[in-house]
């Protein structure tokens, strides 16, 4: 469960560098045409529509913007590296899941606070809860396991 953790970490830090790419598609996917202004359309539409421009016209106008976005990759994936302590010696490592564990709490509110400040929707600031919640699962479960060894010894 932790390598699954583990490897789920890094491919979320990975989707952090082709933004641009990554959101080419799924404007294709979803029909939203770059020419038009995102006003035209709604709902998820509009939202997609409008990261779209944002991040096409700072790539633009300032592309070392998004030098923090590959921190933010750089970021999950050293976070990673972390549980590989955990994986070898559990017992000895269980507070790197704890941690993890907070972190993932930490989501909650971190998503649901910044994101009102920075005019997040609220069904989107809900899909990003949703790495905490769905996160702290395995984690919850390893600690568990990891409890279960310490008692055999």
């Known amino acids: 469960m932790l390598v699954v953790f583990m490897l789920c970490l890094i491919l ?9 790419a990554e959101l080419r598609v799924l404007t294709r996917i979803l029909g939203v045409d770059a020419a038009v202004p995102p006003s035209h359309y709604d709902g998820l539409r509009y939202w997609i529509a409008t990261v779209a421009e944002g991040l096409r016209e700072t790539n633009e106008r300032y592309p070392f913007m998004a030098y923090g976005t590959d921190w933010l990759a750089f970021g999950h994936i050293a976070i990673a590296v972390f549980f ?22 930490g989501v909650i509110p971190l998503a649901l606070i910044a994101g009102e400040i920075r005019g997040i929707p609220f069904y989107w600031r809900l899909i990003d809860c949703s790495f905490g919640v769905l996160g702290i699962v395995p984690l919850w479960l390893s600690r568990q396991y990891i409890k279960q060894l310490e008692a055999l010894g």
Do not use: E, H, K, Y
């Not at 979320?12 to 641009?20: E, I, R, V, Y």
């Not at 790197?96 to 564990?101: E, H, N």
């Open 12 to 20: 979320s830090g990975l989707t952090a560098f082709p933004l641009d």
């Open 84 to 105: 590989i302590g955990a994986v070898v010696d559990p017992v000895r490592n269980v507070w790197v899941v704890s941690a993890g564990m907070i972190a993932c709490v």
